[in-house]
């Protein structure tokens, strides 16, 4: 089946009252952020799509795939699930190695057997570009870090998962790169709905989903001069990014140039030579 469209049809908040918004509609290829304070419904929103409920939630939403309800197969079989998520906590438990998880999975998925080395490569070599510890085909999945493990699973989505939909959980704490992150599953085609504090991710998104007392109170769509803002938040994080790495090496950051915003279209590092423009 494919996929273009999720609905979320309005249900109440935490005093049982009528949410304003009442239908929310994102397209493939789309990033569409969750903004709001802590305990604000955030995480029930996007389990509400997890669970592609209908009606039967604390909440009452529904979820329409394509304009219609969900076969009801597609709630209670594994494989025919159309969703994929991304929690704040993510360990494996698996007493086996990185790519023979990965050939494990792309069997399962239908991927023929001449291809499985391309694709352990192809998703090692992206989860590699969204974390700082590199990822070897041999190593053990459960030494992996947080980070490593979201990094792995969000290029596994990308490459290996044919979930068209994919939930993300407070990505800024995964310890990754998540900008990467969200471009590489929006380009994929893939339906990304990501509950953030980060400014930066929720800048990146073309709209944002504001929840407050467990329900959806307002949408905003992205202007023009966010998204110039964002154009320096980003540069400002890359900055961070790349502190925070001189310091994870063990290395002093007294020949860092210190980020000035008023200058932010040049941003460098003397140490490495790395610049961002």
């Given amino acids: ?33 969750i903004v709001g304070p802590t305990g604000s419904g955030k995480s029930t929103f996007i389990a509400d ?53 990965l050939r494990m999975h792309a069997k399962s998925r239908g991927r023929s057997s001449d291809t499985l080395d391309h694709i352990v490569e192809r998703t090692i070599g992206l989860a590699n570009r969204l974390t700082g510890e590199p990822i070897c085909e041999d190593e053990p999945l459960t030494i992996l870090s947080g980070g490593q493990s979201r990094a792995l699973m969000t290029a596994d989505i990308a490459v290996i998962s044919d979930s068209p939909i994919v939930l993300i959980d407070e990505i800024e704490n995964a310890g990754i790169r998540k900008q990467e992150a969200l471009k590489l599953l929006a380009g ?17 998104a073309k709209r944002r989903i504001v929840m407050k007392n467990g329900g959806v109170v307002g949408i905003i769509e992205t202007t023009r001069k966010e998204r110039g803002l964002c154009k320096s938040l980003v540069r400002m994080d890359n900055w961070m990014i790349a502190l925070r790495e001189t310091i994870r090496q063990g290395e002093l950051v007294e020949g860092v140039r210190h980020f000035e915003p008023e200058h932010v279209g040049r941003v460098e590092l003397k140490r490495t030579g790395a610049v961002f423009a």
């Fill in 188 to 204: 994929e085609g893939k339906i990304v709905v990501v509950v953030t504090h980060d400014p930066v991710l929720a800048l990146m």
């Fill in 49 to 101: 799509i997890e669970q592609l409920a209908q009606n039967d939630t604390p909440s009452g939403r529904r979820v329409l795939i394509n304009r219609a309800a969900p076969d009801p197969d597609m709630r209670r079989d594994p494989r025919r699930k159309c969703i994929a998520q991304l929690s704040q906590n993510m360990h494996f438990l698996a007493d086996m190695a990185v790519g023979e998880f």
């Fill in 1 to 33: 089946m494919i996929i273009t469209e999720l609905t979320i049809i309005g249900g109440v908040d935490k005093d049982r009252v009528a949410e304003p918004v009442s239908e929310i509609t994102v397209k493939n290829g789309e990033i569409i952020s």
